[in-house]
Every structure is written in C-alpha cells, then in structure tokens.
C-alpha cells in the first residue's frame, strides 16, 4: 500500500531533479520529501494498528461476551433441558464432578472438555435413571426437601 505511493513520489521527484530546479524547487522537493516519509511512517503505523485489531477480534478474551448463533442458542437451551431433567441430586452431582475436574479441564483442549462433561453427565443421568426406576418411594423422598425450601442456586 505504502509501497505503490512511495514509487509515485519517487518518479514525480526524479523528474522534477531532471528538470535542473531553482533553489524554490529544491525546497518544495524536500518539503515534499519530508512529507512523503512522514506519510509512509503514518502509513506504516495504520497498517500494524489494523493487523493488531485483527489478530485481537480472531483471538478474544475469555471475558468477553460473543453472540450466538441461532443454533448455538438452540443446542444450549437443549443441554439446559438435559441438565434441568436430572433430579436434585444428580445435578448437585454433575456440578461437583465438574469442579473436580477443574484442573484438567482447565489444561484441554475444547473437544476433550466437552467429551469429559458429556462423559460425566451420561454416568450421573445413567444413576438417576436407575434409582427413579428401583422405586417409586424415593423421587418422593428427594420431592421433599424441595418443597420446603428452595435450593441454594435460586436464593442469589
């Protein structure tokens, strides 16, 4: 970009060179000069700003907020509907098995955190399903405590 507007300059000072110029002349060439550095640094600088700004919108923080596509929202109202489907018990489960493993998810890469959860919720949605099909009598033990006061997550 900057490269193209130096060559122009260049060619318009060689030939205002080759015409012998006055002393005015030659200090519009260097005034001109001058200019043209500064433009080509400005240039320059404009060029790395830009390709910084690139690299930070590819790279964002993990604090920063993305919009969702519409079938990123719809997969996750589906993974709230699983989690949600889980009794009180095996989500207080899932979410424990989830700190737990803190350490090692923090250290993967994305595809292995996502098997890691998906791993866990299937063991603790395979226990829940187990113990609401033993016995009737204990989804009603575990509706209990519910009905009395709320879980700890709903207070805040």
Known sequence: MGMGLALGWSSLTATLVAQEPVASDKETIKLLTDRLAALEKKVTSLEDSLAQLKREQNSSSPGERRTMTAEQREF?????????????????????????????????????????????????????????????????????????????????
């Open 76 to 156: 996750q109202s589906e993974q709230r509907k699983r989690f949600n489907s889980l009794s009180d018990e095996g989500r207080r489960k899932f979410i424990e098995g989830m700190r737990d493993k803190r350490e090692t998810l923090a250290n993967s890469t994305p595809e292995d955190r996502m098997k890691l959860a998906r791993e866990l919720f299937e063991k603790i949605q395979a226990e829940d399903q187990a113990q609401k099909g033993k016995t009737p009598e204990a989804p009603a033990k575990a509706d209990a405590p519910k009905s009395e006061s709320p879980p700890p997550a709903e207070q805040k």
